[in-house]
């Protein structure tokens, strides 16, 4: 039996997306953990653990964020195949290698079969390089990585009854690298798989830079010698300098967000002149538009 769950802040966005996500995915014995965020993220992610837990046919509990839908119609059987290895214990549908801090994007992304979807500028999609599954770069592999980003979270059995979110760290961020490491550090895998999912998401990556930020130094204090590669940076690790390495990184997820919006941008302004000269009225006046050009010219 596989389970699924997620926290909701805005009922509506739930509705919207998640909830459709986990109707189309969800077998007809799997619980839903659907319930009013219970302060972080962490917490309201733990008491989900709790519940699962206690289901002696567990196969799988899968954590939806609320502006995540699944459109994948395979997505069970999928999860099925990825948790065949009993010592895997977690699979995303994005992951990265050489990740040393909750930045998971300065490591190399190996798999990403989603679709961005925003709703800025007219609105849009941006796909992954690995979304259609055609034409992949020659690096793009579902496999193990060193952790996945968590708007998409499926754990096995032995994840869900051995494993916990650690509140100490802050109220969002952090909490799916932080668990990636609990996983790798007790000897299971952290995988990607072929899932396909649409992620609602502002292109503002960071709402908020400095709970971002705290975030980003608990969970290097907490990891600080303790997991090979992980805070391996410049510097000696002194408060000063965890504040700056965090604060270039969410400068880094800045630059991405304003390259996100940039080409949002030109998508816009491309719909909106093939809504304008694919007009009746555009059409009509080209002769006139080519007499004038021509007057201009000699004139």
């Excluded at 668990?179 to 895998?189: D, E, F, I, N, W």
Aim: hydrophobic share 40%; aromatic share 8%.
């Amino acid at each position: 039996m596989i389970a699924f769950g997620s926290s909701i802040t805005a009922p509506e966005t739930y509705e919207r997306c998640a909830g459709p996500g986990i109707r189309l995915a969800a077998e007809p014995d799997s619980p839903v953990f659907a319930h009013a965020a219970a302060g972080s993220i962490f917490r309201s992610y733990n008491l989900m653990l709790e519940k699962a837990a206690a289901h002696e046919d567990l196969e799988a509990l899968v954590l939806v964020h609320q502006d995540a839908e699944i459109v994948d119609r395979d997505f069970c059987r999928k999860l099925r195949e990825a948790l065949r290895d009993p010592d895997v214990a977690v699979v995303g549908c994005v992951g990265a290698i050489g990740v040393r801090s909750i930045a998971w994007w300065e490591g190399s992304v190996t798999w990403a079969s989603f679709v961005h979807r925003y709703g800025e500028l007219g609105g849009g999609d941006i796909e992954s390089f690995s979304w259609n599954g055609n034409t992949l770069p020659p690096y793009a592999r579902t496999g193990e990585v060193d952790t996945v980003d968590g708007f998409v979270l499926c754990l096995s059995p032995w994840a869900v009854r051995n494993i916990r979110f650690d509140e100490s760290l802050g109220q969002l961020h952090g909490y799916d690298f932080d668990y990636c490491l609990q996983v790798r550090s007790a000897g299971r895998k952290v995988m990607t798989a072929d899932f396909r999912v649409v992620h609602n998401h502002s292109l503002e990556l960071i709402g908020n830079a400095e709970t971002w930020v705290e975030a980003h130094m608990r969970v290097a204090e907490k990891w600080d010698g303790k997991m090979p590669g992980v805070g391996v940076m410049g510097g000696d690790w002194k408060q000063r300098a965890r504040r700056a390495e965090a604060e270039a990184a969410a400068a880094q997820a800045k630059a991405v967000s304003t390259q996100l919006q940039s080409d949002a941008r030109v998508r816009d302004l491309e719909r909106q002149l093939g809504e304008v000269t694919g007009s009746t009225s555009w059409r009509l006046t080209k002769p006139l538009r080519e007499l004038n050009l021509r007057r201009k010219r000699r004139s």
